[in-house]
């Protein structure tokens, strides 16, 4: 494999993901990945359940490299340490930063699949008709440095491209910069903050003592500097650009699939995140689904279903909680990105629409209402 090997593929609302492959674009999905398809079986499922808090620090694997019991749960805060160690080739880690604007959505990714890593980023401009500029490298996974904690400097040098994050009393300085993105030099200094006592979504999801994985998701960050792409520039107003992070570390099994929706940005005086996903954690007591709003999380404890139409991404695209009536919001979309990728062994493709979110979400028992929040939603299924 060699050091710089240039990529054509998309990463506009998450690292490398999409919808479905063919031989399962023509049909839905399962509701549930196929490795835990002898417990669906065997036990009464229920889409709301309880999720244990942690509240200490917790080491994720045991000396085996297999799930640590103790480390199942969720956290206000990431408390999770991800040492992952053998399993090759099941180990899955990555970093993904998105930055959304009234007028843009810039994203940063470094993801390392055991056998292979890239790094790189993209920006779509919202103002001009949602122009995509981007690159992607492909890299040796030995030569990638994953931080075993989501509070952690982060960085990455390859092919041109190149960026750094570093944690600073109060948040995060970032620095970017790509040589040529699709004939364009791109570069992007700017300032993540994070105000004090935030709160995000952080949680274990078990498939089997060896295939499992921990996710932290942060929302609602305002973000402050600029970016530039060729002789235009972005400006970063902290009070109109909002940062999003999904961090992951697992163990994961070859075929995966999964839904994602995420939103974030100011409500009249509020600022908001919402984060809900599905079937790659039905069945397993454990989510993703979460409600952060001025710097508190409010967690949900029931599945979300999503419903849109695969041959018409463009539609509207509408998550709602399975049972109860705590979340139904819908997705309008204004872009939409089908997108394939292929490494060989890694593969995976599938569908993105960016557009605004509405609707309402009841959090402890007070109804708040959505309307035009800036966000994504999506359907991947993954090879890798």
Avoid at 332 to 353: H, S, V, Y
Wanted: with cysteine; aromatic share 10%; glycine share 10%.
């Amino acid at each position: 494999m060699k050091r710089r090997d240039f990529i054509k593929a998309g990463v506009v609302a998450a690292p490398l993901c999409a919808a479905a492959l063919p031989a399962m674009a023509k049909k839905p999905l399962p509701n549930h990945l196929p490795i835990i398809d002898e417990r669906m079986k065997r036990t009464d499922y229920k889409p709301i359940y309880e999720e244990r808090e942690i509240t200490r620090p917790v080491a994720l694997c045991d000396g085996e490299g297999n799930l640590n019991p103790e480390a199942v749960g969720w956290s206000r805060v990431p408390l999770q340490r991800c040492n992952l160690k053998g399993h090759w080739g099941r180990k899955k880690k990555w970093n993904y930063w998105s930055f959304t604007s009234e007028e843009f959505n810039f994203n940063i990714i470094l993801s390392d699949d055991d056998y292979v890593g890239i790094g790189g980023g993209n920006m779509l401009d919202l103002t001009r008709n949602g122009r995509i500029t981007r690159e992607i490298i492909r890299i040796p996974s030995p030569k990638m440095n994953m931080p075993e904690e989501v509070e952690k400097d982060i960085s990455f040098r390859a092919g041109g491209t190149s960026f750094s994050m570093v944690h600073e009393m109060g948040g995060i300085s970032t620095v970017f910069h790509c040589a040529s993105m699709e004939g364009e030099e791109v570069s992007a200094e700017f300032f993540i903050h994070k105000p004090p006592g935030h709160e995000n979504v952080n949680v274990v999801v078990p498939w089997t003592s060896d295939r499992f994985q921990f996710t932290a998701k942060q929302y609602g960050l305002p973000t402050e500097g600029a970016i530039k792409v060729g002789a235009r520039e972005y400006k970063m107003d902290p009070d109109k650009c909002f940062a999003s992070l999904d961090f992951g570390r697992g163990m994961w099994p070859y075929r995966a699939y999964w839904n994602w929706a995420a939103g974030t940005g100011k409500q009249g005086g509020d600022v908001l995140g919402v984060n809900f996903g599905s079937k790659w954690t039905t069945g397993t007591g454990s989510n993703q689904n979460g409600v952060v709003l001025n710097s508190r999380l409010y967690k949900f404890h029931e599945d979300v279903e999503f419903e849109f139409d695969a041959k018409s991404p463009r539609k509207p695209w509408r998550v709602h909680t399975v049972q109860s009536n705590d979340v139904d919001i819908t997705l309008t979309p204004q872009f939409n990105e089908k997108r394939r990728l292929n490494l060989g062994l890694l593969k995976a493709c599938g569908n993105m629409a960016l557009g605004r979110w509405s609707g309402k979400v009841n959090l402890d028992g007070r109804t708040y209402e959505l309307k035009d929040l800036m966000g994504w939603a999506e359907e991947n299924v993954w090879r890798w």
